[in-house]
């Protein structure tokens, strides 16, 4: 009998091999813990760091414009617009975008005055322009309508870089008027009126800084170097140039691949200093504080001679506390209207200081209060009811807050407790200026007095004289129905010197 062929053994599979795999059971928190441990610096050094918005915001800004240091507020989106002059309408400038009012560089002037620096940005998402305007290039702000206008100097040069347009620039030569249009989105927080405010608040605070070193440059200041302005002007060639040239804001201020370059600028009858990029690493808006709106103020003897300049200083100060204002209603809110009583209180203090600039030599009556304070109280549901009085006239305010800890923030120096110490500071500087205008207005009179001719001067002693004989007599009539009244001789009324009149002393009595 054959042997039977043996039968081949079962080939066992393998892990390798094909076929279903058993997965073995699994402790997924002791597994994921190992991994952790074995990927966690692998994790670290791969992942990218995290970035909000507006870090991202700021790195794509910074690529067409260096010079920003901060985003100070960002709409949705934003229209521009041109005013033709042919048309007499407006036109479609071809930026739209999301708009960003950004803090620059500042500049420094020899005289330490701070030129600080806000430009609107829009990232124009219809082309590669995008459009940046340069609020010290901003001859004139305002909003009319729906629209934030700005009146720029174009100087004819084109500062188009890095897919830029500065607005500011054109191709003809010779300086002209261009009128730009802003349209913003207006959303359910009524943010086209915050951005309004902040950019006019902006605005206002460049140009009085502006302002200030152009006059200080004119007249005559000399800056830590040694530097003396000539008597004529020189332009930034270097060649002379006619007094009376209007200044440009763009021999000012040049621009190469976004960074800011200072020259020496044109202005009648000298050559202001050379300004100097600041140093400075903390924020170049100079916001109203308690400290810098008192410390403005000088005695009486000096500050006769300078009130124009300290009514600019309160002006200056009052934007920059609107522009602070501005940004906490955009961050924190307006909580319970006070932003909009003080807003509406500082437009009230800088009539009153335009005003005083216009006739500095007379009197003014004061507005209405400074004064604020805050009480934080328990309501009648054990709730906590902050209490806000002033500044102004008007209805007390209430903030109900959430809990202990937002009332204590607002009560801090980082809401409430800065706005009544800068209010604080309002009133003392508001109470120094009128006793300074009433000093002023004094010697008002006395100078004339003085200034007058000879012949002016007896003339208004005869008329003086005549005067206090006029009232004399009415006195001595005044005196004589009195004596009648009571049936006693006139005579006795003077002896008596009841009514402060006397008869003349006898010299030759003891």
């Not at 951005?195 to 902006?202: R, S």
């Not at 200081?353 to 030599?361: G, Y």
């Not at 008007?394 to 407790?417: F, H, Q, R, W």
């Amino acid at each position: 009998m054959s042997r039977q062929t043996p039968r081949k053994s079962r080939h066992r599979h393998h892990g390798s091999s094909g076929g279903p795999r058993q997965i073995p059971a699994s402790d997924y928190e002791s597994d994921a813990a190992q991994y952790m441990e074995n990927n966690q610096h692998n994790q670290h050094s791969q992942l990218p760091p995290a970035r909000d918005n507006n870090e991202l915001s700021l790195r794509v800004l910074r690529r067409y414009q260096p010079g920003v240091r901060s985003i100070m507020a960002i709409a949705a989106n934003a229209v521009a617009y041109t005013f033709s002059e042919t048309t007499q309408g407006w036109e479609k400038h071809g930026a739209e975008g999301t708009m960003f009012v950004c803090e620059q560089e500042p500049v420094v002037a020899p005289t330490s005055q701070v030129l600080p620096r806000v430009c609107v940005f829009v990232l124009n998402r219809r082309s590669m322009e995008n459009l940046v305007i340069d609020l010290l290039r901003v001859t004139d702000c305002e909003v009319v309508g729906e629209l934030i206008v700005f009146r720029l100097e174009e100087d004819g040069n084109n500062n188009t870089s890095n897919g830029n347009h500065q607005a500011g620039g054109g191709a003809e030569e010779g300086p002209k008027k261009k009128i730009l249009g802003l349209w913003i989105h207006a959303d359910e927080s009524n943010t086209r009126e915050m951005h309004a405010t902040l950019i006019l608040a902006a605005w206002q605070e460049g140009r009085l800084a502006f302002d200030a070193y152009i006059q200080a440059a004119t007249a005559g200041i000399v800056d830590n170097s040694g530097y003396t302005p000539e008597p004529q002007s020189v332009d930034v060639t270097g060649h002379e140039s006619p007094a009376g040239k209007r200044l440009s804001m763009s021999e000012l201020f040049g621009k190469n691949n976004g960074v800011c370059t200072v020259s020496h600028i044109s202005y009648s009858y000298c050559t202001p200093p050379p300004l100097r990029r600041s140093t400075e690493t903390n924020s170049s808006l100079n916001f109203a504080s308690p400290n810098n709106i008192q410390s403005d103020m000088v005695t009486t003897d000096d500050g006769v001679r300078e009130i124009p300049a300290l009514i600019q200083t309160q002006v200056s100060l009052s934007s920059s506390f609107e522009l602070w204002l501005a940004r906490k209603t955009l961050s924190d809110g307006d909580r319970g209207g006070i932003i909009d009583k003080i807003l509406s209180r500082l437009g009230s203090y800088k009539k009153w200081l335009e005003a005083a600039e216009k006739s500095p030599r007379q009197e003014l009556e004061a507005p209405d209060s400074w004064v604020m304070d805050a009480n934080l109280r328990v309501g009648d549901d054990s709730s906590s009811v902050i209490t806000i009085t002033g500044p102004g006239s008007g209805e007390t305010l209430e903030i109900i807050p959430e809990d202990d800890v937002e009332a204590k923030s607002l009560m801090s120096d980082n809401y409430l407790g800065y706005m009544i110490k800068v209010c604080g500071a309002f009133s003392k500087s508001q109470d120094s200026l009128r006793s300074l205008l009433h000093a002023a207005a004094g010697i008002e009179r006395e100078t004339a007095l003085l200034n007058q001719p000879p012949d002016a001067t007896v003339k208004t002693y005869i008329q003086r004289l005549q005067e206090y004989n006029e009232i004399k007599d009415i006195g001595q009539q005044i005196i004589g129905f009195i004596a009648e009244n009571r049936g006693v001789p006139v005579r006795t009324i003077y002896e008596n010197g009841e009514f402060g009149v006397s008869l003349p002393r006898d010299p030759s009595a003891g």
